[in-house]
């Protein structure tokens, strides 16, 4: 069976319950991952888990290695990976402190490496990416979030953009008449890549803040850092039971 990969975003560099068993330093053939890669247990369980931002949340989310932080999981055997996201909410039902489970996402960004075969590209290489987050996977986490009692919803659609700045009131507005329901700066090229290794991926989004223009306000960081503080321990509980109720070894 295969291993469990937790890519943690924003707010979640660490995760204090998992037992460290060693870190992995890891080169790819496309550079070196964000950081060293951690191996833990759960209650006799192995997952793996990497800060997508680094460990002191340095890099930004243009200049993440997407490319080498997949294949460095892959190396290590893992076939699933919750990848956890700090967002913005744009319809009325996904105000701050929501927590998603997206089904879809929509992709804004640009002068990425979105390609693991940029450069020796064939017609095979082609991925269906109709359904972008497995669902079973999906399903999953929902029920680890209903488990702990914590309310997930179900369906989404993620507007991947290029960062790092913050969106304007105007691109928010063309978002939501794109139908996308959560704003963020990472969900892609990874969740493509991910597909393009053959890796089961599903995000647990956290909503920290109303998308620019909806408030009526202009978006205070320091409330963003409260919701992220008080956000993520919620998000944390839903992993630990995610990977206490999986079949993991």
């Known amino acids: 069976m295969g291993q469990l990969a937790i890519i943690g975003g924003t707010g979640l560099a660490k995760m204090d319950k998992l037992l460290v068993v060693r870190q992995h330093k890891i080169d790819t053939p ?3 991952p964000s950081a060293e890669i951690i191996e833990a247990r759960v209650k006799n369980k192995t997952v ?4 997508r931002h680094g460990e002191q949340h340095t890099i930004a989310p243009h200049r993440i290695n997407y490319r080498a932080n997949l294949w460095g999981l892959q190396s290590l055997g893992v076939t699933e990976i919750i990848a956890v996201a700090a967002v913005g909410g744009i319809q009325p039902n996904v105000g701050p402190e929501t927590i998603v489970c997206p089904d879809q996402l929509i992709d804004y960004t640009y002068d990425r490496a979105h390609s693991f075969f940029s450069d020796d590209f064939l017609a095979k290489h082609h991925i269906d990416f109709t359904y972008p987050y497995i669902e079973t996977l999906r399903q999953r986490l929902l029920t680890a979030a209903q488990q702990v009692a914590i309310e997930m919803i179900d369906n989404g659609v993620y ?3 290029q960062g790092p700045r913050l969106e304007t009131a105007a691109e928010i507005k063309r ?3 794109d139908g996308c329901t959560l704003v ?11 597909r393009e290794l053959g890796l089961d991926y599903a995000c647990c989004a956290l909503v920290v803040n109303w998308a620019a223009g909806l408030s009526g306000q202009v978006i205070n960081l320091s409330e963003i850092e409260q919701v992220v503080s008080t956000g993520m321990a919620s998000v ?3 992993l630990i039971q995610f990977i206490e109720q999986s079949g993991l070894d």
């Open 30 to 32: 496309f550079g070196k």
């Open 48 to 51: 793996y888990f990497l800060p």
């Open 159 to 161: 507007g991947a953009t």
């Open 175 to 177: 978002l939501a008449q």
């Open 184 to 194: 963020g700066m990472t969900g892609m090229p990874e969740a493509a890549l991910a």
């Open 236 to 238: 944390e509980q839903i």
